[in-house]
T-cell receptor, first 112, second 115 residues
């Protein structure tokens, strides 16, 4: 079983819809969770971090964490064509500066 | 505030040739990471530095890869000799030191093509 799993997609949503991206992880001791956005040919850009169970909202983005189910998700409200990118889920075992374990990413396509 | 700087952005070399990548982290970020990203995959850690010390190099192929971070700021990653399978994007990231400060910020990367 891979440590961090994501559906590779593509996930296609119309402009203005809610995009839901999901991620599961295998290591129960994981403490820190991140979502990165990566445009084609560019490097990953941090968009959300979450450390506690529940929801965390930042503008149109909401990260949701359920440690009991080992599940983290990202909701993008009012999706825009500019949101079309690959979204990488990353997990860290502790809150110190150790390596991130990345999933393969989910490709999101928002059509206008 | 300036982000992570990397150079070169692109590099094309013949197999068996040496190559080096340079990284300058965000000011004040004592922790520096080198990741490699293959096409269609997430980044994978090669080496992590805390100041000058390499604290995690378990995934670094030490027969051909080497890295240094003299003076605890800039870092260089070297491959000698390069193989076809080394073609990838090499990403440098940095983060603040200490517990709770593990948001990692990536540079633009170096896209390496080995022919």
């Amino acid at each position: 079983q891979k440590e961090v799993e994501q559906n590779s997609g593509p996930l296609s949503v119309p402009e203005g819809a809610i995009a839901s991206l999901n991620c599961t992880y295998s290591d129960r001791v994981s403490q820190s969770f991140f979502w990165y956005r990566q445009y084609s040919g560019k490097s990953p850009e941090l968009i959300m971090s979450i450390y506690s169970n529940g929801d965390k909202e930042d503008g149109r983005f909401t990260a949701q964490l359920n440690k009991a189910s080992q599940y983290v998700s990202l909701l993008i409200r009012d999706s825009q064509p500019s949101d079309s990118a690959t979204y990488l889920c990353a997990v860290n075992r502790d809150q110190a500066g150790t390596a991130l374990i990345f999933g393969k990413g989910t490709t999101l396509s928002v059509s206008s | 505030e300036a982000g992570v700087v990397q150079s070169p952005r692109y590099k094309i070399i013949e197999k068996k040739q040496p190559v080096a990548f340079w990284c300058n982290p965000i000011s004040g970020h004592n922790t520096l990471y080198w990741y490699r990203q293959n096409l269609g995959q997430g980044p994978e850690l090669l080496i992590r530095y805390e100041n000058e010390e390499a604290v995690d190099d378990s995934q670094l192929p030490k027969d051909r890869f080497s890295a240094e971070r003299l003076k605890g700021v800039d870092s260089t990653l070297k491959i000698q000799p390069a193989e076809l399978g080394d073609s990838a994007v090499y990403l440098c990231a940095s983060s603040l030191p200490g517990l709770g400060n593990n948001e990692q910020f990536f540079g633009p990367g170096t896209r390496l093509t080995v022919l």
